[in-house]
């Protein structure tokens, strides 16, 4: 009898937590800890969230993204910045939202980390994601349903940024975006401490083992990770990365 209601209980239980879930987990690297999802690409609904469709006004926090989610009948599983903005939380650089350009590419150097070339982007397509060196994005002109640029590239062709310095005073907390060389990985990383571009850099190099990785952003780095219990809140975001599932009833 037992047996019989606890078989039932987890049948129901399968239908009770989303099909597809996030692997999330604290991973511990030369020192420093860092929060690392990881998204299955071939099976999850990678989507990029910047303005409420309704009122065209900047989305800009994880909350307002799960509640326009719930308005679809889906669940946030997963939710992290996107990449720089502008003070009115326009992106900076290419982005992309449900295949419509809502930016440009910018390919040239500039001020501050975005323009500390080579920078890249963050393609979404049908069951893969990639990121890209901003020129070979550009010469591919991959058919993105979601991206964004941002930068400096963390990892290119498994090389480190040719700029990252191993003893840089320079510390932020940080977060990033490799994935595999099939596209069918995807790993979101944020650092619990401050570090340098060079030790961001060699987690997703070293121990992920990405062959391209992207810096998305510094300080104002946010996670939406429930089973971390991560639901970061502070300044207004502009772009937002989230992986989104069917509501289960």
Not at 229 to 243: A, E, K, S, T
């Amino acid at each position: 009898m037992w047996k019989a209601k606890l078989s039932l209980f987890a049948f129901w239980a399968c239908f009770a937590a989303p099909l597809f879930a996030v692997d999330c987990d604290v991973v511990g690297f030369e020192g420093a800890d860092y929060s690392v999802c990881e998204v299955d690409a071939t099976q999850q609904q990678i989507r990029f969230f910047l303005n409420n469709p309704e009122t065209d006004q900047p989305l800009g926090s994880f909350g307002n993204v799960q509640n326009l989610a719930n308005e679809d009948d889906q669940i946030l599983l997963f939710g992290m910045n996107g990449g720089m903005y502008h003070q009115d939380r326009r992106p900076v650089g290419l982005y992309v939202e449900d295949g419509k350009a809502q930016s440009k590419l910018i390919t040239s150097a500039g001020p501050g980390n975005f323009g500390l070339i080579p920078n890249g982007v963050f393609c979404v397509r049908e069951g893969r994601a990639d990121v890209f060196e901003t020129l070979r994005f550009k010469e591919r002109a991959p058919d993105c349903k979601f991206a964004t640029q941002s930068g400096p590239m963390l990892v290119i062709d498994s090389a480190l940024h040719p700029r990252f310095l191993p003893k840089s005073d320079s510390l932020h907390i940080r977060n990033g975006v490799g994935t595999s060389a099939d596209g069918s990985k995807v790993w979101f990383a944020i650092s619990q401490e401050p570090v340098n571009f060079h030790s961001f850099a060699r987690l997703f190099r070293d121990h992920l083992k990405t062959p391209n990785a992207l810096f998305l952003d510094g300080s104002i780095s946010k996670l939406f990770a429930p089973d971390l219990n991560r639901r970061d809140l502070g300044f207004p975001m502009g772009p937002i990365i989230g992986v989104v599932d069917a509501r289960s009833n």
